[in-house]
Each structure stands twice: as structure tokens, then as C-alpha cells.
């Protein structure tokens, strides 16, 4: 009988009975749970539980009748100590799966917290000697309170009950027959077929970087699918495609016509990207009925935007092919690996060499190894970094062999194709949903590629006058600050402290107190930089040290390390207080007799906010050498839960 070992975060109240047992099962939250796994054909029989950390955590969130809402994650100090119980479990069950729940399990078996990143993706796991198979879950909390995840938890739990039947097999991707386009009669015979036949078709661009209007940016490879399990790879702009410039310049033109087809449905994944960049590369214009499985798995699953959209993600999800990028992940990682290696043996040799010479100019030149250092003037060798030319990125798939390549390419038109067949068995149910996947979002994705590729002009010349001018404001508020009597008196503090370890520091070392001995360095620099706004702890140790001023204890006003820590009125201190805009203005409003000092701190924040967040960083994006002198951002149709449209990601 196979054997599951389902490692829960830690105990919750609900599941200790009257006589002190712990029985998950009997729980609401294990009676839920328990249904996904009874669906596929799962006993009880088939699961040991157990417990990252074997306690009761202490409560985060109370109700008044004492009803336990939420629990603080136990810190590595309490539950390292009793890990030795969840391994002694491993070992004593040794399960065929192990299914970790939550941030802490993930953490230890895959080296990854979020649910999101780590869930239908099996992994292994060694412990004396012996390779486990990893499977995360959503925890039964997080199922029971999201309705949201009930479809991806019963995907993962499918694929679970599999690798109990069929074992290994289940875990691997159920991949089709993908073929490499290398002759441009091949390209014609194709789409000849797609314009005659016009089959529901899944296309998608490799390219070498995710900012189509940087000089340089090119489409690698087009690919195509048109049934399940089949892919085609058309090589373009590759630095290994066979085909001339003119014959990439045709094949553009036959994808131009299908794209522009309106009787002819295609399908992409997160396509408003393809679109953009075959806008601004290309210059195609027209792309109608292209419809969007990112689309289709908002409306239909979820609108959380915390929750994965990847179409790798999307395909264990949906699909038995979980698993296809693999062989592609692989290479980038050996790549990256190998290039470090080769770089470090380079920057050894050269050190070497350097080595060598200085000590025949030494010799020869009757000077010390120094003066010969001196008077060469060499530069030390240094690891350098892999650098996509385009973006400036840290890597680029025209680095990838077109034989690693394709299989990749084809896949993912072949998964959204699998992905597009399924969304729309439980579309086409719902009026709404299908004008919505058929109609209203290929027209507004288009239009909001159209929208990203021309762009949002600035004035040049009047940013740079905008940051000359911000820049002004932000010197004269710092030196009013400077001047400020409050904040000399904090200057004043940091040169007793200077002193005071200057004064322990020139005792003997067994006789310094070692941590008032580290203020001579501290406050030495703190010294000689001044007061600092952009500073929090400057600012901290100002208002609510110095000045004693104490904001109401409430999250608008506490930092998020002091909300983790859950202080209250009586363990708070003042270095859990915001220095933001909104704090500052309630001491302004609450505290008159600092109102020249928060109005003062209130003008730098501002100035130095507007300067940085929008003068200075669009300035760089139009500045950068290979920039158009635009700002493209993604304007994203499923970015929100209320169905409006957001903006991210703002490039050159």
C-alpha cells in the first residue's frame, strides 16, 4: 500500500479533543480536507499525519469568547528544536509522498515558502539516502476560508492519486511531437493549411528581451500549435536560424495574415506581450479574434492577483504535461553555472599572470613588488556578470541552442492550446463569460498592446529642470534641518557617544566593554555625514527618542517589523514608530510646539519622495542608450478582482 505523509504546518486548537488527543480528521478543517483526497480514490489508510512544529503556536488573532482566528509563525528558535519528531516520522514511515502545507514545511523540503511557487511542481527530497517525492499543498485553512483554491487543490490532489497508481511515471510530463521549421517551404506548406483550414491555433514568441521597444529586440522563434499533443517551432530572428533576412521577412508577413484574421481563432497565453512586440519590432498593426488563456483562467478560477498566472504554473493545473519547461530550466541553469566556473578560472589566471609580470618588472627594475604594482597600473581582474546586451537583464534566450529551444517553444503552444480546450467546456456554460473570452477581451487586449507600444512621451528638458529645481528644495529643507535646535541636540548626543567609545576603545582590549568600544567608528561617521532625513533611524531617534513624542500604537503607524513582533502599549519602543508622511503629519497636528520642525521634515519628504519616485526614475528610463525615448508600461486586464484595468512596470 502506498504511504502518504501529509505534514501539517503545527497543531490548531481545533484539533485537540477533550481527552487532550489530536485528531486532524474529526476537525472541520480535516473533514473538508479529507474530501479532496476521498475524491480520487484516497483513504485515510493511505495518510500519516504529522507536524512541522508539534505545538500549539501562541494566538495572533482572538475572538471575545476566545476562538483562536490566526496563530504567529513559531521562529526557527522553537521549532528547530523539535524537528528531530517530523524526521524521526520520515523515517519511521518512509512515505512514497510527502505533502508539505504551509510556509515553514515548503521551506524545509523544497527551499521555497509560498504555496504558489512550489504547488504541482514535484521535487525530491533526501534524507539518509533515500529520495522522497514531494507534493505541496494549499494548507486546510487556506482551503476551507478561499473557495478560490478549491480547483487548484483538487489539480494537485489528481496528480497525487496518479503517482499512486502509475508511480514515477505520473510525475512525468506527458509531452507531444513537436517539430523544427528549418525550410521556408515548410513555413509555406504551413500556413497555407492554417489559412484554408483555419484550426483553433496557439501561437507565442521567444524573444530575446521583455522590452520590445529597446533597440535590438527580435523575435527568436514563432511556434504553433493547431492540435493537442503536436507543435510546430518556426526559427527567426535566432542567431542559428537557417533562414535569410528575406525569408524571416516572409514568414512575418504570413503570421501578419493569420493574426489578422478575424474568421480565424487563435489562442496565446499573456498575449497582449506577443502583440506589443510584434507591434514594435515589426510594426503589425491589425490582430483580431486572438483570445487569452490568462483571460480564461481569471474569469473562470481566480482574481487573486497573489495567486500564479505562469502558464508553466497554469499547466499542472490544467493538464498532464506539468513539467515540459524542464529540459530548458536545466541548460539555463549549467549555463549560468559553467559561465561563473569559466569566469573564475579566468580572473585566476589572469591574477597569475599579473602576478608574473609584476615580479619580472620587479626584478628587471631593481623595485619592490609595490613600486612595480604602482607603476603598471593594472587592474584587478573581477568576476564579471552575465549580462543580456538588449536590456541589460541577466540572461537572454538567444543564448539557447535552437535544439533546447524548440521543444520548449513548442510546448508552450501546445499547453495553451490543452489549457484553451478545457477553459472553454466550462465557458461556453455561461453567456457572459463567453462574450467576455470571445469578444471583449481580444479587442481590449489588442487595444492595450496598441496603448503600450506608443507609449507615454515626457518632456526632457523640463524633468531636468524639475530635478534641478527638487534637488534645490531638497538641500535647502536638509539644512534647515541641520540648523534646526532639536536636531543638534541629537548631533550633540552622537559626539558624546563618539567620545564615550573612543574613550573605552583605547582601553585594553580584555578590559573593553566591546559594543560601547564600536561607537568610536558609529558615531565617528554618523558625524561626519550629519543628520540624515532620508535616515529612518536618524528621524526615529529625533522624534521619538530624543523628543519623547509617542503616535497612537496602531498599524498606521508602527513598522512592519513592530507589527510581526505584535507590540502593544506596553512592549512598544521607539523604534517601532513609522517616520513616514502620515506619521509625521499626526505629530504635526498633535504636537503644535514642533510644527516648524514636522513642517520642515514634511517639505524634505515631499520634495525628496517626488524627485526620486517620478523625476529621477523617468529621466534614466528615457536616458538609457538603446531607449526610444518613451515609457511603455503593462496596462494588465486581469491585474485586479474588481475588473479594473491597473498599470505596472513602467520600461525605458
Not at 237 to 254: G, M, N, R, W
Not at 401 to 423: E, F, M, V
Not at 479 to 502: N, P, S, T
Not at 518 to 547: A, H, I, V
Request: charged residues 30%.
Amino acid at each position: 500500500m502506498k504511504k502518504i505523509l501529509l505534514v501539517l504546518e503545527y497543531v490548531r486548537q481545533g484539533y485537540v479533543k477533550k481527552d487532550n488527543n489530536v485528531d486532524f480528521w474529526s476537525s472541520e478543517e480535516g473533514k473538508n480536507y479529507f474530501n479532496y483526497f476521498k475524491e480520487v480514490g484516497i483513504s485515510k489508510r493511505n495518510i500519516e499525519v504529522a507536524y512541522f512544529y508539534p505545538q500549539i503556536p501562541e494566538p495572533k488573532k482572538v475572538s471575545n469568547r476566545g476562538q483562536v482566528f490566526s496563530y504567529k509563525t513559531p521562529p526557527k528558535k522553537e521549532w528547530e528544536p523539535l524537528l528531530h519528531k517530523l524526521e524521526e516520522k520520515i523515517d519511521a514511515v518512509q512515505p512514497d509522498i510527502i505533502i508539505p502545507t504551509g510556509a515553514l514545511g515548503n521551506s524545509y523540503f523544497t527551499g521555497k515558502s509560498a504555496v504558489k511557487d512550489v504547488r504541482g511542481k514535484p521535487t525530491e527530497f533526501e534524507r539518509n539516502k533515500i529520495n522522497y517525492a514531494v507534493i505541496p499543498l494549499y494548507g486546510p485553512t487556506a482551503i476551507l476560508v478561499n473557495a478560490n483554491l478549491a480547483n487548484s487543490m483538487r489539480s494537485d490532489v489528481s496528480l497525487i492519486g496518479s503517482f499512486l497508481v502509475e508511480g514515477e511515471k505520473a510525475l512525468e510530463p506527458k509531452i507531444g511531437k513537436y517539430e523544427p521549421v528549418t525550410t521556408i517551404e515548410r513555413v509555406r506548406e504551413i500556413f497555407n493549411y492554417l489559412k484554408t483550414d483555419k484550426p483553433v491555433t496557439a501561437w507565442d514568441l521567444e524573444t530575446n528581451t521583455l522590452e520590445p521597444n529597446l533597440k535590438g529586440a527580435k523575435a527568436l522563434v514563432a511556434s504553433l500549435s493547431w492540435e493537442e499533443g503536436q507543435g510546430v517551432t518556426i526559427y527567426l530572428d535566432h542567431k542559428e536560424t537557417p533562414f535569410t533576412k528575406e525569408e524571416v521577412a516572409e514568414i512575418l508577413s504570413y503570421l501578419k495574415e493569420v493574426l489578422a484574421d478575424e474568421t480565424h481563432i487563435k489562442v496565446t497565453h499573456n498575449g497582449k506581450y506577443d502583440m506589443h512586440f510584434l507591434m514594435a519590432v515589426y510594426g503589425f498593426k491589425t490582430f483580431k479574434n486572438v483570445r487569452d488563456t490568462m483571460v480564461g483562467y481569471w474569469l473562470t478560477v481566480t482574481q487573486e492577483k497573489e495567486d500564479s498566472f505562469r502558464l508553466t504554473d497554469l499547466t499542472f493545473y490544467y493538464t498532464d504535461m506539468g513539467g515540459y519547461d524542464d529540459a530548458l530550466e536545466d541548460y539555463k541553469k549549467k549555463y549560468i553555472s559553467e559561465f561563473k566556473e569559466k569566469e573564475k578560472e579566468r580572473v585566476a589566471r589572469e591574477k597569475e599572470e599579473q602576478k608574473e609580470l609584476k615580479m619580472a618588472y620587479a626584478k628587471e627594475h631593481g623595485v619592490t613588488q609595490k613600486v612595480a604594482t604602482e607603476r603598471l597600473n593594472l587592474e584587478t581582474p573581477t568576476v564579471r556578470k552575465l549580462v543580456n546586451e538588449v536590456d541589460g537583464s541577466n540572461f537572454n534566450y538567444e543564448w539557447i541552442p535552437l535544439d533546447i529551444l524548440y521543444p520548449y517553444a513548442s510546448g508552450d503552444t501546445d499547453a495553451t492550446l490543452r489549457i484553451y480546450n478545457k477553459q472553454m467546456k466550462v465557458i461556453e456554460q455561461n453567456e457572459k463569460w463567453n462574450y467576455l473570452m470571445t469578444d471583449f477581451y481580444p479587442r481590449l487586449n489588442a487595444s492595450l498592446a496598441t496603448m503600450q507600444n506608443n507609449g507615454l512621451h515626457f518632456d526632457r528638458q523640463y524633468l531636468e529642470d524639475s530635478k534641478e529645481k527638487y534637488e534645490a528644495e531638497i538641500e535647502k529643507y536638509s539644512k534647515l534641518l541641520q540648523d534646526d535646535i532639536h536636531v543638534q541636540e541629537v548631533v550633540d548626543d552622537w559626539q558624546a557617544m563618539y567620545e564615550r567609545g573612543l574613550e573605552e576603545f583605547q582601553l585594553p582590549p580584555k578590559e573593553r566593554d566591546q559594543e560601547i568600544a564600536k561607537w568610536k567608528n558609529k558615531y565617528k561617521k554618523k558625524l561626519e555625514e550629519g543628520f540624515k532625513p532620508s535616515s529612518s533611524n536618524d528621524k526615529q531617534y529625533l522624534l521619538y527618542y530624543k523628543l519623547g513624542i509617542r503616535p497612537p500604537v496602531e498599524k498606521t503607524y508602527l513598522t512592519n517589523g513592530a507589527q510581526d513582533k505584535n507590540v502593544n502599549e506596553d512592549t512598544v519602543t521607539w523604534e517601532d514608530f513609522k517616520t513616514n508622511e502620515e506619521t509625521v503629519q499626526w505629530i504635526m497636528n498633535n504636537h503644535p510646539e514642533y510644527e516648524e520642525l514636522c513642517g520642515t521634515l514634511l517639505m524634505w519628504i515631499k520634495a525628496n519622495t517626488i524627485n526620486n519616485s517620478f523625476v529621477t526614475k523617468y529621466l534614466d528610463m528615457i536616458g538609457r542608450e538603446n531607449s526610444d525615448g518613451f515609457v511603455h508600461p503593462s496596462f494588465n486586464s486581469t491585474g485586479t478582482a474588481t475588473s479594473r484595468l491597473s498599470s505596472s512596470n513602467p520600461k525605458q
